[in-house]
């Protein structure tokens, strides 16, 4: 098996506004857009963990717009394995950034709602939705846990 591309984050900026601020996404000219193929969110209770699922050929760029969510990103073997907390309000939980995680396909990926409220992901998605380019397996398959 060829080598996996590995994740990576892009620092978003956030824009201060009296009336709601603005939070940068993702541009065509930014590094890890792959093309656009649709645009979805999903939620997570606090607490909650959805996964694993691995792309083949889709991309992924998750962005967290409410909330806080730790992602979990490994290969097969467990070599290689990372943690990313990701949110809306660095600082709020500790350890949070606002950024953008890029997943290249091959990698196995969880998400923890880890925010008390409303924890949601946008991703945008190189290729619109298929389910047979997708696997999922149940959560026990995995620990969650990154590189020590």
């Known amino acids: 098996m060829d080598a996996l591309t590995p994740p990576f984050l892009t620092p978003l900026r956030r824009i201060a506004h ?8 993702i541009k065509a000219v930014d590094e890890g857009y792959a093309g656009f ?3 979805y969110f999903t939620r997570v209770q606090p607490g909650a963990v959805k996964g694993w699922k691995r792309h083949s ?6 962005m ?3 909330g806080a969510v730790r992602f979990y990103v490994r290969d097969d073997s467990g070599a290689n394995k990372f943690s990313f907390l990701l949110g809306d309000e660095p600082g709020a939980v500790q350890g949070t950034q606002y950024a953008r995680l890029t997943v290249p396909p091959g990698w196995w990926v969880a998400f923890e709602g880890v925010g008390q409220q ?7 998605a190189s290729i619109a939705h298929d389910p047979q380019e997708a696997t999922n397996v149940d959560l026990s398959t995995f ?3 990154a590189q020590a």
């Not at 009296?18 to 996404?25: N, S």
């Not at 409303?118 to 945008?124: A, D, G, S």
């Open 37 to 39: 193929g649709e645009a």
């Open 143 to 145: 620990p969650l846990e």
């Open 18 to 25: 009296p009336l709601g601020d603005i939070q940068h996404g």
């Open 118 to 124: 409303l924890n949601q992901v946008l991703n945008v």
């Open 57 to 62: 050929r889709m991309q992924l760029n998750l």
């Open 64 to 66: 967290v717009p409410c």
